[in-house]
């Protein structure tokens, strides 16, 4: 039974260049959660997806980011013009349910940008 | 909106010791999670705890809800080098409709000398 999976690990972009991370739950999760963390910080949750809709996106920067989770496919957390601040690591968790209980996390997306 | 403290932001223990983490919120949180991060990794689930005064047990760790439903410790007892890591508490509030989004403390690197 895989984990959350998320890729690339690795992601570097040059200044003004769109990022693209995905991020596939557990088998049998349909809520998918993003959380960014930068150095020597705790994780500040970004948006919260069930299949096809964006139950919260109170943490996203209001401008450049957005993230999709299509009926099929992987979760998609997408930055456009990407600058220096936005270096940092991006986690995906998963959960069965609306209560978030148990969320267990993907190995995170590591955005550098140069 | 909630914040989670954990304090301090480093311990430095010996190998074989007990150390014990808390981690406190200003307002009421229905459960308690705490997780663990190693480098490059992403957080994993190590106790969660869904009701005021519970005490549960995961081999040598040891985790409570507080009375109070502010507050919660992690007890790690015989320390052993591979505790060595970052440790996150994490609190999902009552639920607002949907929304029960996890807030994360900014963690407690410890270090185990052999």
């Known amino acids: 039974n895989a984990g959350v999976m998320q890729n690339p690990r690795h992601l570097v972009r040059r200044r003004g260049q769109e990022a693209r991370l995905r991020c596939s739950p557990m088998?049998?999760?349909?809520?998918v959660y993003w959380y960014r963390q930068l150095p020597e910080e705790g994780l500040k949750f970004m948006v919260y997806?069930?299949?096809?809709?964006?139950?919260?996106e109170s943490g996203m920067p209001k401008e450049r980011f957005s993230a999709e989770f299509p009926k099929e496919g992987p979760s998609i957390l997408r930055i456009q013009q990407v600058v220096r601040g936005d270096s940092a690591a991006y986690f995906c968790a998963s959960s069965r349910d609306w209560m978030n209980t148990e969320a267990f996390f993907g190995q995170g997306t590591r955005l550098t940008v140069v | 909106g909630q914040q989670l403290n954990q304090s301090p932001q480093s311990m430095f223990i010996q190998e074989g010791e007990d150390v014990s983490m808390n981690c406190t919120s200003s307002?009421?949180?229905?459960?308690w999670l705490w997780y663990k991060q190693d480098p490059g990794e992403g957080p994993v689930l190590l106790i969660a705890?869904?009701?005021?005064?519970e005490l549960t047990s995961n081999g040598r760790l040891t985790a409570q809800f507080g009375i109070t439903r502010k507050d919660s410790f992690l007890n790690i007892s015989a320390s052993i080098p591979s505790d060595v890591g970052i440790y996150f508490c994490?609190?999902?509030?009552?639920?607002?409709?949907?929304?029960?989004?996890?807030?994360f403390g900014k963690g407690i690197t410890l270090s185990v000398r052999p």
């Open positions: 705890l869904y009701k005021a005064g």
């Open positions: 088998k049998g999760h349909s809520h």
């Open positions: 307002s009421i949180f229905n459960t």
């Open positions: 994490a609190g999902q509030p009552p639920p607002t409709g949907a929304n029960s989004k996890l807030t």
């Open positions: 997806l069930q299949k096809e809709n964006i139950i919260d």
